[in-house]
């Protein structure tokens, strides 16, 4: 299989050249996406010996982590690549572990693999505490959006997919910024796509992250709640009816029910200044306690019908049509050839 390297560029000038050099070795090409850096990674690379394999591309506008990505993914699909692999430029993931990133993926049993740095217990203890406490809560919002129960560290950069799944992505309707590792979860589920962990240590140099935590958790928080909802709509109602969309169905009149039962006896007992009777409490209690359980059920059955099956063993490449579209995307997002002197 032919395996590119997309690397989205954004103050990493001090990493970028070795980064290259090093990706270089795995791949049969590599797109380096300079997204409007400040800091000039594209002059700075053009003056260097680059391997044969690497290609420049360059943002006109600068459209974050997920935008440049895109833009190298659009290339990759036009030149007709068969795995993809997404490698961030600033040196904190280690290239020569592409090989067991994209093995799950030549052996047909995975469409989507990423990192995970929290596997190993010594390589967790030596990772600062903020990102410890970010990544748990960031984890178990993006189980509920995504589906993918089984996976952690949904922030991680150092992913693969398959280029059948990856060319059937509404790629324009993808998250462009921070959002874009949980986003692109998300909608591979809805595709009911494959995603495997792989176990990978964190590298953690003098380098400085771009992410500013404190503007970015309510965004993260409200998006995956967003795709949470979309998720049930999509898979439980609009592409298929089963158990669980009753017991939805049943939780979306239980809870209200039980909450509006119990504010109003609360209220009136407090106007009146009688206590509520047994009777009048065991009928707010009642739909509270059943829908309760069945949250616990619709989870349990969420659990088990994650997607454990390969995808792009099912599917067709696409048709010469819409690769000739994809070509022509690629061509337009492509800087303009400089005149020579």
């Not at 090409?29 to 003056?47: F, M, S």
């Amino acid at each position: 299989m032919s395996v590119a390297i997309v690397i989205p560029c954004y103050r990493v000038t001090e990493h970028i050249e070795a980064v290259v050099l090093d990706a270089a070795r795995f791949a049969d090409a590599v797109y380096i996406v300079d997204d409007c850096c400040p800091d000039g990674t594209a002059a700075l690379l053009r003056e260097r010996s680059l391997p044969a394999s690497a290609r420049l591309l360059c943002n006109q506008v600068n459209l974050g982590v997920g935008g440049a990505t895109i833009a190298g993914y659009r290339a990759a699909l036009a030149d007709g690549h068969d795995i993809v692999v997404k490698l961030d430029g600033d040196g904190q993931m280690d290239p020569s572990l592409i090989p067991y990133l994209i093995e799950p993926i030549v052996a047909g049993n995975a469409d989507y693999t990423k990192g995970n740095r929290f596997f190993n217990v010594q390589d967790v203890q030596a990772m600062p505490l903020h990102r410890l406490i970010g990544n748990a809560g960031l984890s178990f919002l993006t189980k509920l959006a995504s589906g993918y129960w089984t996976i952690f560290d949904p922030t991680n950069g150092f992913t693969a997919i398959h280029a059948r799944v990856l060319e059937r992505l509404s790629l324009d309707r993808i998250a462009q910024r921070y959002f874009f590792e949980s986003d692109m979860l998300f909608r591979l589920g809805t595709m009911r796509a494959h995603v495997v962990d792989v176990p990978m240590p964190a590298q953690y140099g003098n380098e400085v992250s771009n992410l500013r935590v404190r503007s970015t958790v309510l965004p993260f928080l409200w998006s995956n709640l967003r795709n949470f909802g979309k998720r049930l709509f999509y898979n439980y109602f609009l592409r298929d009816f089963s158990v669980a969309s009753v017991q939805l169905l049943l939780i979306a009149l239980l809870l209200p029910l039980g909450i509006g039962f119990g504010l109003f006896f609360w209220w009136r007992s407090y106007e009146s200044g009688v206590a509520a009777t047994s009777g009048e409490v065991m009928l707010a209690a009642l739909p509270l306690i059943v829908a309760v359980q069945l949250i616990l059920s619709f989870l349990a059955y969420d659990v088990e019908a994650a997607p454990r099956r390969a995808l792009h063993r099912t599917l067709q490449p696409l048709s010469r049509k819409l690769l000739e579209s994809n070509r022509r995307t690629a061509a337009r997002n492509a800087p303009p050839a400089r005149k020579s002197a």
